[in-house]
Every structure is written in structure tokens, then in C-alpha cells.
């Protein structure tokens, strides 16, 4: 029953009976996913003083890590609470597999 994209659950209120809920297809890049949530919730990323500090921070410490505007827009969406944190490392993983790949 359970196909890419679909996941098959038994919910209290159906009496015991399979019904399909949508997932996240994995043959979806994580930057277009990232896109329709900001459709959806009409929030852009802004680059707050916190951002700055770090970024600031890291370049100090000799640290060169830099998020690119996809994880920065991730982590933007959990601030603003509109994915959890399991969807975030979901999310993050799959696009480390996608820029990374083997």
C-alpha cells in the first residue's frame, strides 16, 4: 500500500480502517519545497543582527562555514515555527544529499 510519496495509517477516527496521507515526495528538490512553504506563508528571509553576529563570530574563530540561502531559508521556517524541528534535519539532510552527492 505504502508508495513513494503516500504513507498508509490507521487513524482513531476511521475505525481501523488504512487511509493514505500525503508525504514529502523525495523526487522533489528541497529548494522548491522551501519556495511553496514561503508562497504559502508569504515570508521572505531577513537577515537579522543574530545572523550578522555569527557570521561574524565564525570568520573570527577561522570557522569558514557559510549557510547558503536554502538552509538559511529552513532555519528561517522553524524560527517562525511553520516546520517542526524533525521536518528541519529531514529537510537539511535531504539537501545535503542533493548538493553532495556520492
Known sequence: MAQWGWLAMVRPWTRGRLEAVETIK??????KILSRYQRRRNCQVPVTATDAYADTLARACGDDVDLD??????????RQKVISGRKLVTLLARYQREIRPE
Not at 69 to 78: A, Q, W
Open 26 to 31: 523525495p523526487t522533489q528538490a528541497v529548494a
Open 69 to 78: 540561502p536554502v538552509e538559511r531559508g529552513l532555519i528561517h521556517l522553524k
